[in-house]
């Protein structure tokens, strides 16, 4: 395994701060009880109950390293794993430590035998905090995984429920009103004897049309997690699909159970005896563990709860029962052939399920990350769909006015501004009105029909022609789509009126050039222009939140070659 996977697998969700949770502080509680009891062959049978409150309290000192280190601000996540594993050694030799002082000071021992009790403190206790805070950190991210992934898919279905609602706006008559209201104000602009008809035009903007396009813009869906709670069911619904046979502890596990002994048996029995014990325990467990996970993944693998887990225990059990065989043939000649026997039986076990539950709860978890993403592809489509279909049915007075009209408003301003021709002004503002005039009439148009792709663009073009070069590509595959698309057809002829109106307008640019191109349920649109750089949201006023709620995604940037880039994502249906 690569560092960087065992770093990412195994040591962050080992240090993790889930360290400090009540099952993890339990069964080191339980793993320090028997140690203390059934792992001491100089104390046997003497004081009992104090040994185990005394291995109980001495696990407070343990705890309180491990939390003052937690509070350390470190921002990499590999520095900060591994001072927090180091805290789990230092804190289980303090755990060590304490329970000599305790011993030592009731007169149980004379002697506590710091030398070699704090080492295998550290050694037992750092790793049984590391297993079990890798399966209470995994737990947790598992939880906090499904209950994400079921809120979003409620979530999704209420999105998508919201698809097919029809329009509810009677628009043509309101357009008519407004159009008719700009056309007289437009006539008294013409009959004026001053020569203020740039500002008149412009307080028309300001002053009438972009208010009245922001009152009408619909309200927009947001995606947005919900907290629901992760009840009982769900768990059990989660944990029965669990692949905990598939995640059974491998043979690194092995090795560090063998060697867990290692400490006390040298002090008790020699070196030599040591090596030996750990080496019997070690050519014991490999075997087994292969031959369980053999029988389990061959015959219980449809077996569902609560029998598998009963069944993957008394593996456990029956493993743990050879690991003690091994280990009392390693020690019959000596003084105690049953050292570690009761410690092996019952720490086997736990170990062994807390990596069998912290691994299965990790494979869960990136199963349901990928779905997650997916889910989530899902969810930003959707709500850029309907926001779409609402600025398409609701929001159609506000596009009309934020494009088409706005547009003509300043195409006309920056005309004006630059001939001081009073023919020229005579013209342009009876060309306005014209525009203006064929408004209402072009909305008739504007309901289940597609719009013509060519002729929207065409126009554009022609808004612009002698003030910037536009050009405009789309594939005939891309077009095919747009035309059994109505609300997307629409939407995106305004958009492009709307990027090109604005890179016109804040970066000064000369020429622009669009493409636009079709992907499975998407358009892109990608635009780039030679204007001057666009800060912050200055480049879209109302479009901003046009373009945000009704595209899956949009981002700006400045090309290498000093040009503007604009690439849009619209959800087709």
């Not at 009963?310 to 019959?332: K, P, R």
Request: glycine letters at 4%.
């Amino acid at each position: 395994m690569r560092i960087s996977n065992f770093n990412d697998q195994f040591l962050l969700p080992a240090t993790n701060r889930a360290v400090l949770s009540w099952p993890v502080i339990a069964s080191s509680i339980f793993t320090s009880i028997v140690i203390q009891i059934f792992g001491s062959p100089d104390l046997e049978n003497t004081l009992i109950l104090f040994r185990i409150l005394t291995a109980a309290a001495a696990v407070i000192p343990m705890f309180l390293i491990i939390a003052l280190v937690q509070l350390i601000p470190l921002k990499n996540r590999n520095i900060r794993a591994t001072t927090v594993l180091v805290s789990y050694i230092v804190g289980g030799a303090l755990r060590g430590l304490s329970v000599v002082t305790f011993l030592e000071g009731s007169k149980i021992l004379e002697d506590g035998n710091k030398w070699f009790r704090i080492p295998t403190s550290a050694f037992l206790m750092s790793a049984e905090v590391a297993l079990a805070t890798f399966a209470s950190a995994n737990f947790r991210r598992h939880q906090e995984s499904a209950r994400n992934f079921r809120n979003e898919s409620i979530q999704l279905q209420r999105i998508l429920g919201q698809l097919g609602r029809e329009s509810k706006a009677n628009t043509l008559r309101k357009i008519q009103q407004i159009s008719t209201d700009i056309v007289q104000q437009l006539r008294r602009i013409k009959l004026s004897t001053s020569s203020s008809e740039v500002f008149e035009i412009q307080r028309i903007l300001n002053d009438y049309i972009k208010p009245l396009s922001k009152s009408y813009a619909p309200e927009t869906l947001k995606l947005t997690i919900s907290g629901s709670e992760f009840g009982n069911d769900s768990v059990k619904a989660e944990w029965k699909d669990f692949n905990l046979i598939a995640n059974l502890p491998s043979v690194w596990w092995n090795i560090v159970a063998a060697l867990m002994p290692f400490p006390t048996a040298s002090h008790f029995f020699g070196l030599k005896i040591a090596v030996m014990h750990s080496f019997f325990i070690f050519v014991t467990l490999v075997p087994c563990t292969w031959l369980l996970h053999k029988i389990l993944r061959k015959y219980l693998s449809e077996i569902l709860s609560p029998w598998r887990e009963f069944l993957i225990t008394v593996g456990y059990f029956s493993i743990a029962f050879a690991a003690v065989l091994a280990s009392y043939a390693a020690l019959y000649n000596s003084s105690d052939p049953k050292f570690y026997a009761v410690t092996t039986f019952l720490i086997y076990p736990l170990f062994s399920w807390a990596i069998a539950f912290g691994v299965a709860l990790q494979g869960q978890v990136v199963g349901q990350e990928i779905r997650m993403k997916k889910l989530r592809d899902d969810l930003v489509w959707a709500v850029a769909r309907v926001n779409l279909l609402d600025w398409f049915n609701q929001g159609l007075i506000s596009r009309i006015l934020h494009g088409p009209v706005q547009n003509s408003l300043h195409a006309a301003s920056i005309r004006l501004q630059e001939s001081s021709d009073s023919e020229n002004t005579e013209r342009v503002i009876e060309e306005l009105s014209q525009r203006m005039n064929e408004i209402a009439p072009l909305l008739q148009s504007e309901s289940f029909m597609a719009p013509d792709i060519s002729k929207s663009f065409a126009d554009l073009i022609e808004l612009w022609a002698d003030l910037v070069k536009i050009e405009i590509f789309i594939d005939q595959s891309t077009q095919i789509q747009l035309e059994q698309d109505v609300p997307a057809a629409y939407i995106i002829r305004d958009i492009c009126q709307e990027i090109c109106s604005n890179a016109i307008r804040h970066a000064g640019a000369s020429a622009i050039e669009i493409n636009i191109f079709a992907n499975d349920r998407e358009v892109t649109i990608s635009m780039v222009d030679g204007g001057d750089p666009q800060v912050g949201n200055s480049m879209f006023g109302i479009g901003t939140e046009f373009l945000s709620t009704c595209s899956i995604d949009w981002r700006y940037l400045r090309t290498a070659d000093s040009r503007n880039l604009l690439e849009i994502v619209i959800p087709t249906g």
